[in-house]
């Protein structure tokens, strides 16, 4: 990875034009071989933290993502006790892997944020997986931004307004491509309705890989 890249040296990019206030979208921001650094730095932490299936909170619904983390601290939901971050895998009780330093250094480098992300949700949806509308509401530092890498197959993701009535529009997200969301977009609706089948030859198995980097307290 070139050092320019990490090391802040690099200009910031120009995100694409016409999105809303707060709502920073860079295709194709990540080449291939970090894409690829990526893909092989989440198969290093799912030998410690395998993917997993998250239910929702009373009904106990299994989500069609599966879900595991690396960080200080991951989003967990379950039938008893709903949204929450924990320090610890829901499985195997295992503390979650470190975050790849290249997450970190794309976090510094784009968000310029004065604290560390804390969670990096690893989703991963399969062929028919998908994510219903909704907001990221379960952190205190709701004034961070929050930063989404796609990985694998191109997915149809859906961004809507402060109220779930709002008006939306639809993004397509292919591997590589990088989102911020932050200020007065932070609580933003959105969803992913569709993964696009072999779409990409990231990942052997197929499928989407999407990280989120968050901060969860107040620094
Ligand atoms: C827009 N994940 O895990 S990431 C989630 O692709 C989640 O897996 C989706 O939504 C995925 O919560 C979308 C992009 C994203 C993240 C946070 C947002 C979009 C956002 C916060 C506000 C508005
Ligand atoms: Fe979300």
Not at 117 to 128: D, F, I, S, T
Not at 180 to 201: A, C, D
Request: aromatic share 8%; proline share 11%; charged share 20%.
């Amino acid at each position: 990875m070139s050092l320019e890249f990490l090391s802040g040296l690099a200009d910031l990019p120009s995100p694409i034009p016409g999105l809303p206030e707060g709502v920073r979208y860079y295709p194709g921001l990540i080449g291939r071989r970090r894409q690829e650094v990526l893909r092989v730095a989440v198969a290093e932490a799912v030998k410690t933290a395998p993917f997993y299936i998250p239910r929702m909170p009373r009904s106990g619904k299994s989500m069609s993502v599966q879900m595991t983390n690396m960080g200080p601290l991951g989003w967990l939901t379950d039938k008893e006790k709903g949204y929450r971050y924990e320090p610890r895998h829901p499985v195997t009780g295992a503390p979650w892997p470190p975050m790849p330093p290249l997450l970190l250094e794309m976090w510094d480098w784009l968000t310029a944020w004065p604290a560390p992300p804390e969670a990096c949700l690893v989703n991963y949806y399969g062929p028919h997986a998908k994510m219903g509308a909704h907001q990221d509401r379960d952190e205190e530092a709701i004034d961070a931004p929050v930063l989404s890498v796609s990985l694998g197959d191109s997915a149809r993701f859906r961004l809507g307004g402060l109220k779930r009535s709002d008006p939306s529009r639809h993004l397509l997200l292919h591997s590589g491509d990088v989102l911020i969301l932050e200020g007065p977009s932070r609580m933003r609706f959105h969803g992913i309705e569709r993964v696009l089948g072999g779409s990409s030859g990231l990942l052997p198995e197929g499928g989407r890989i999407n990280l989120t980097l968050r901060r969860v307290t107040l620094a």
